[in-house]
């Protein structure tokens, strides 16, 4: 067909998805990185400091406990959600009557909007009005804790509301692997004596690298990415003890507007969630080529 | 999972399953019904909560004695969900149709048409996926600028341009790894026919498109539908309103009367739910289509 692919033929095609993406994706993270090398404020011009945004993030409290939120809600997400799902997948793929509705239903919390969400979960966790509380103090308990609020429980909270929305994403994710394995080969395993969890760990799993792998990948990259559960819970307080990586970038920039370490911020938390799913997709590989 | 029943045809004489396949399967159900419904719980909580008093909510919440309609006859009278929906609506529509067929015209020329640099066709499609690893959030400041400085900050153009932009590498990717696999032989036999590029493209190819368009529309409605990082930082309007910056404001709003809170809650949520239990295939197909192929 190379009579209709004249190069104003391709251009027209390619073009008005080129422009606005161009223009609203590769010039804002250039100018991102750019900006995260000088000290631009709200007000005033800036000037280039270098590497300084990125030096003084070692010294900003801030940033490290919401580090080490980010890394609780990852590795909470990464214990919780895999084998939840996993499990999940494994049961709702069983002949059970109604098994399409209630899959249908566990997957339902995604398309519900984040922030809508975490709002639901304030009626739920809320310390004082919460329903999780109230069942608490009903079978005895006096002093129920601080779910959300507080600074200790608040990142734990955060990443189980997280591991219930998405746990029928990745369920679903799940069941489409387990669907494609070949009927043959689990009834040769069952056959040869492999059944139950002996097939579970010996066939099953194995044969589910590829799925394994894509799931965990969302699984850290969603992690990295939760914003309205953050803002909806516990809106960061107190003292911003509780944000993440992405809600004290966006505080930085728009709360405190300062430009330049907001992204700074930014591009770190960018290239830590890029690197730990590259590196994770690398442990997979290089596992897999040893055994 | 269970291959027992074709097994026993198979070897009549022994391999009887271990355990009595009706208990088994039993617990299996009732184990798959308690968890779904404990998953499903807090969604019903909010809806339960919106039948209640506010005096109810706060002392004995789970007291459900006395419901009734109030707490909707006030969240509908203070708050203009109307305008919500209306401006939600826009944004969804201009956004998701322009993106699709503009992604849908950039896979098109990337998969089907023939290219006399092949590198430069390569380059565009990993230039155009790349996008699918960058974080949305890093792009909230420089976009701010940005519709400042082209004068668009306040118009719908300002939210409407970004969520192309931002839906469009997931977007190429579905509709070139539909393209890829498709056999070109319809469109020789309408070239020969003497069939332009339009007709190629828009009459022949894009019907037979229908379930990944479908697909699609529902991925992108939902995004847009759902989406609060760009909206809560582009829109400063109290007039362009979206749904999600409502939702985020009723704790504000509402401070004190929870129960408005939920029946606002509620009149948010239950569409959304309605939307997919009607579409769900579609969602489901398109989300392990995405996830197993890409």
């Known amino acids: 067909m190379r009579w209709l692919s004249r190069p104003w033929q391709l251009a027209g095609m390619v073009l008005p998805a080129l422009i606005i993406y161009s223009l609203y994706f590769t010039y804002p993270v250039v100018y991102s990185v750019l900006q995260s090398f000088t000290d631009a404020k709200a007000f005033g011009s800036s000037t280039i400091v270098g590497a300084e945004n990125y030096t003084s993030m070692v010294d900003d409290p801030l940033f490290w406990s919401s580090l080490r939120n980010t890394a609780i809600i990852l590795v909470i997400s990464l214990c919780l959600l895999l084998p939840g799902a996993f499990g999940l997948a494994l049961l709702l793929g069983r002949r059970i009557r109604g098994a399409g509705v209630l899959r249908t239903m566990v997957f339902a919390p995604n398309v519900v909007a984040p922030i809508l969400i975490g709002l639901i979960w304030v009626f739920i966790l809320d310390p004082h009005l919460g329903l999780l509380n109230e069942l608490l103090r009903l079978v005895g308990v006096a002093e129920p804790p601080a779910w959300i609020g507080g600074t200790t429980l608040s990142p734990y909270s955060i990443g189980s509301v997280y591991v219930w929305q998405t746990v029928g994403f990745i369920m679903t994710i799940f069941y489409a692997g387990l669907k494609m394995l070949p009927g043959d080969v689990m009834e040769a395993a069952e056959l040869d004596g492999a059944a139950g969890l002996k097939r579970l760990r010996y066939v099953t799993v194995p044969m589910l690298r590829e799925t394994i792998g894509i799931t965990t990948v969302l699984v850290i990259t969603g992690s990295f990415k939760i914003f309205e559960l953050v803002v909806q819970l516990t809106g960061g307080g107190p003292v911003h003890l509780s944000e993440t990586l992405v809600s004290y970038t966006y505080h930085v920039t728009f709360g405190l507007q300062n430009y330049g370490y907001g992204m700074a911020l930014a591009v770190i938390t960018s290239v830590l969630g890029v690197a730990v799913a590259l590196g994770y997709l690398a442990f997979l590989r290089r596992k897999a080529t040893a055994a | ?294």
Not at chain 2, 48 to 73: G, M
Not at chain 2, 177 to 186: H, M, Q, R, S
């Open chain 2, 1 to 294: 999972m269970s291959t027992s029943t074709r097994t026993q045809v198979r070897f009549p004489h022994g391999d009887v399953p271990r355990r009595p396949r009706g208990r088994r399967r039993g617990w299996a159900a009732v184990v798959a019904y308690v968890v779904t419904a404990l998953l499903i719980l807090p969604m019903l909580w909010v809806v339960v909560l919106s039948f209640q008093t506010n005096e109810n909510i706060l002392r004995d919440p789970l007291n459900l004695t006395e419901l009734n309609l109030a707490n909707y006859e006030v969240a509908t009278q203070t708050l203009n969900l109307m305008l919500m929906y209306k401006n939600t609506f826009i944004l969804a529509s201009v956004s998701v149709v322009v993106g699709v067929v503009f992604a849908y015209m950039a896979a098109y020329a990337l998969t089907r048409m023939e290219w006399t640099r092949v590198w430069l066709r390569n380059g565009l499609r990993f230039y155009l996926l790349a996008g699918l690893a960058i974080p949305v959030y890093i792009l909230l400041f420089p976009v701010y600028r940005l519709n400042i400085e082209l004068g668009l900050f306040g118009t719908y153009w300002a939210l409407i341009l970004p969520y192309i932009a931002a839906q469009l590498p997931f977007n190429v990717l579905l509709f070139t790894g539909f393209l890829a696999d498709f056999p070109v032989e319809v469109e020789e036999a309408a070239v020969i026919d003497g069939a332009r590029l339009r007709t190629l493209a828009w009459q022949i190819v894009f019907p037979l498109m229908r379930p990944v368009v479908a697909t699609l529309l529902i991925f992108n409605i939902i995004y847009v539908w759902n989406e609060y990082p760009f909206a809560v930082t582009l829109i400063n309007d109290p007039a362009m309103t979206t749904i999600s910056l409502g939702v985020a404001q009723f704790q504000g709003f509402w401070s004190v009367d929870y129960g408005a809170m939920m029946a606002s809650a509620t009149l948010v949520l239950l569409p959304q739910l309605l939307l997919y239990a009607v579409f769900q295939r579609h969602v489901v197909a398109g989300m392990t289509f995405g996830a197993v192929k890409g």
